[in-house]
T-cell receptor, first 116, second 112 residues
Framework: DTGVSQDPRHKITKRGQNVTFRCDPISEHNRLYWYRQTLGQGPEFLTYFQNEAQLEKSRLLSDRFSAERPKGSFSTLEIQRTEQGDSAMYLC??????????????FGNGTRLTVT | EDQVTQSPEALRLQEGESSSLNCSYTVSGLRGLFWYRQDPGKGPEFLFTLYSAGEEKEKERLKATLTKKESFLHITAPKPEDSATYLCAVHSYSGNTGKLIFGQGTTLQVKP
């Protein structure tokens, strides 16, 4: 079990720049989630994929955010024209849809974004 | 709207001093309640899933219980390595995405 892998672990960028993060889920998992976590808070849901289809987006996900999951494997999260308020930990999680329900979400170690 | 509230926000214990963490929730229909542990700079690590009131799960010094309105994470004789943030999350029947709604967490510090 290689777990959920995220890259990079840390990203420092200047306001106005674009950034892209990558997530490689557990290989047999068909569901993939992006969450955002700020200091002292729990993770907040951003968006969700089942296979390659993006099925839900949070109101938190402004037009500057876009996520893809080509071929239902890895996923990317892009933030355009970054703002200081985008500074946070971006977490990716994956799970397996089973007949009886969903397996627990398994999280990666996140990408820490700092916008200066 | 589904909501999860955890208390206390922070808890300091001496090694061996047992205590409980609380997770109160309001959901349109509970599919599952999850407990996670999060160490600094890392992603949440799955601990337990509870599905119905009265259910209990145990793992080493941790025991999770569930009622219709709240869940407790009991920590018996904690050790310094139990220091972490403990997150509670719910999966509700509103939607079928499997997404979790998290509380803000309880940060536990266990002193030797």
């Amino acid at each position: 079990d290689t777990g959920v892998s995220q890259d990079p672990r840390h990203k420092i960028t200047k306001r106005g720049q674009n950034v892209t993060f990558r997530c490689d889920p557990i290989s047999e998992h068909n569901r993939l989630y992006w969450y955002r976590q700020t200091l002292g808070q729990g993770p907040e849901f951003l968006t969700y994929f089942q296979n390659e289809a993006q099925l839900e987006k949070s109101r938190l996900l402004s037009d500057r955010f876009s996520a893809e999951r080509p071929k239902g494997s890895f996923s990317t999260l892009e933030i355009q024209r970054t703002e200081q308020g985008d500074s946070a930990m971006y977490l990716c999680a994956s799970s397996l849809l089973l007949v009886g329900g969903n397996s627990p979400l398994h999280f990666g170690n996140g990408t820490r974004l700092t916008v200066t | 709207e589904d909501q999860v509230t955890q208390s206390p926000e922070a808890l300091r214990l001496q090694e061996g001093e047992s205590s409980s963490l609380n997770c109160s929730y309001t959901v349109s229909g509970l599919r599952g309640l999850f407990w996670y542990r999060q160490d600094p700079g890392k992603g949440p690590e799955f601990l337990f899933t509870l599905y119905s009131a009265g259910e209990e799960k145990e793992k080493e010094r941790l025991k999770a219980t569930l009622t219709k309105k709240e869940s407790f994470l009991h920590i018996t004789a904690p050790k310094p390595e139990d220091s972490a943030t403990y997150l509670c999350a719910v999966h509700s029947y509103s939607g079928n995405t499997g997404k979790l709604i998290f509380g803000q967490g309880t940060t536990l510090q266990v002193k030797p």
